[in-house]
């Protein structure tokens, strides 16, 4: 999923810019990240549902873990026990969780124009995309960073001719980040914060 370019969001602006959602159409704050994940029912965007989303800010070189936005959120069907395997959120727990609509709604408020990170986070994001274009009447503007494609740009940069190895808990060993809670939104989306603050410090700028 890519995101508008220079033209769409002059456009989206033109149209939006005097709506409810105005502050998403803004320019996004200087070195302000928010580091998005999300647990689901599956991997299949059309089919599957969110059950968990946790965003973690970072500025300035520092993740703000105290302002974390968390949601644990209802799934409109059922999921089977590989699901529950994989994010080891029961059923029972999932049905406490708040509406889908209700938590992108919440998370579109709090997330504003900051700048989005995430690992293979163009699957999150077409997740998110129904919703947010049902609550906001356009796709989400945010300029967006995958942890991997900066990993493999400079793995390919140290070593053009090696295999390239993006699996999550080798960046994060690489980077010298501890893995913090694996397959929980939050866990998930701190220790990306964690490898983008650990990967900046060696010099990678976007």
């Given at each position: 999923?890519?995101?508008?370019?220079?033209?769409?969001?002059?456009?989206?602006?033109?149209?939006?810019?005097?709506?409810?959602?105005?502050?998403?159409?803004?320019?996004?704050?200087?070195?302000?990240?928010?580091?998005?994940?999300?647990?689901?029912?599956?991997?299949?965007?059309?089919?599957?549902?969110?059950?968990?989303?946790?965003?973690?800010?970072?500025?300035?070189?520092?993740?703000?873990?105290?302002?974390?936005?968390?949601?644990?959120?209802?799934?409109?069907?059922?999921?089977?026990?590989?699901?529950?395997?994989?994010?080891?959120?029961?059923?029972?727990?999932?049905?406490?969780?708040?509406?889908?609509?209700?938590?992108?709604?919440?998370?579109?408020?709090?997330?504003?124009?900051?700048?989005?990170?995430?690992?293979?986070?163009?699957?999150?994001?077409?997740?998110?995309?129904?919703?947010?274009?049902?609550?906001?009447?356009?796709?989400?503007?945010?300029?967006?960073?995958?942890?991997?494609?900066?990993?493999l740009a400079e793995q390919r940069?140290?070593?053009?001719?090696?295999?390239?190895?993006?699996?999550?808990?080798?960046?994060?060993?690489?980077?010298?980040?501890?893995?913090?809670?694996?397959?929980?939104?939050?866990?998930?989306?701190?220790?990306?914060?964690?490898?983008?603050?650990?990967?900046?410090?060696?010099?990678?700028?976007?």
């Amino acid at each position: 999923m890519s995101r508008p370019n220079a033209l769409q969001r002059w456009w989206m602006r033109r149209q939006h810019g005097g709506g409810q959602w105005a502050a998403l159409l803004e320019k996004s704050p200087p070195g302000e990240w928010v580091s998005l994940d999300l647990e689901t029912t599956g991997l299949n965007p059309a089919s599957d549902h969110i059950l968990s989303l946790a965003a973690v800010p970072l500025c300035d070189g520092k993740v703000l873990l105290s302002q974390r936005f968390t949601r644990r959120i209802r799934p409109e069907r059922g999921f089977d026990i590989e699901s529950i395997r994989h994010h080891h959120i029961t059923p029972e727990e999932a049905a406490l969780g708040v509406p889908v609509t209700q938590a992108v709604r919440e998370f579109l408020a709090w997330l504003g124009s900051r700048a989005l990170l995430g690992y293979y986070l163009d699957f999150d994001l077409r997740m998110l995309a129904p919703h947010v274009r049902h609550i906001c009447g356009f796709s989400l503007p945010n300029r967006q960073q995958d942890l991997a494609d900066a990993v493999l740009a400079e793995q390919r940069r140290r070593a053009p001719d090696a295999p390239p190895n993006l699996d999550f808990a080798h960046i994060a060993e690489v980077l010298g980040v501890p893995i913090i809670g694996r397959h929980t939104a939050l866990g998930d989306a701190t220790t990306v914060a964690l490898c983008w603050l650990a990967l900046q410090s060696k010099g990678w700028r976007p």
